[in-house]
């Protein structure tokens, strides 16, 4: 929205007992320093909690991922591998869908504002590769 970078995602990984969040933003080196502060400010802002529409649209591509998994045999194999490795089961499509659907806004909400909360205020380890340095430690919002 601010045009800081052509190209953003973030993706989660899970392990048996920890996990990871990866936030990718391509940016020019000019915007670089910015781009980066405004990751760290919504970092902190997300500590706060979520917004209704926020949970409804990430809820929405749980589902729309499951579907799209059962269409596909390499990522129900994939799926069903991480399933095994980080609870010793497969779980079936029907389990997740219903693991879905008894997710709701408060719940979540309530886990992110407690649980992930104090996490997300500190500083995340960073990595960042590009021609000039950045300071992740600078003051931010």
């Known amino acids: 929205r601010r045009g800081l970078c052509y190209s953003v995602g973030a993706s989660a990984s899970l ?3 920890r996990g990871s969040t990866t936030i990718y933003a391509g940016s020019t080196p000019e915007r670089a320093q910015t781009t980066l502060d405004q990751i760290r400010l919504e970092l902190r802002r997300l500590a706060d909690g979520i917004q209704p529409h926020e949970f409804e649209r990430a809820a929405f591509g749980f589902r729309s ?15 069903m591998a991480i399933d095994v490795h980080r609870l010793g089961r497969p779980r079936s499509l029907e389990e997740m869908n219903h693991e879905i659907l008894a997710l709701d806004h408060a719940s979540v909400d309530r886990y992110v504002r407690g649980t992930l909360a104090e996490q997300w205020r500190k500083e995340p380890t960073m990595v960042v590769v590009g021609p000039t340095p950045l300071d992740a430690t600078a003051p931010i919002g």
């Open 15 to 17: 392990g048996r007992d």
């Open 65 to 79: 991922r499951l579907v799209m998994q059962g269409e596909s045999t390499s990522a129900r194999a994939a799926a």
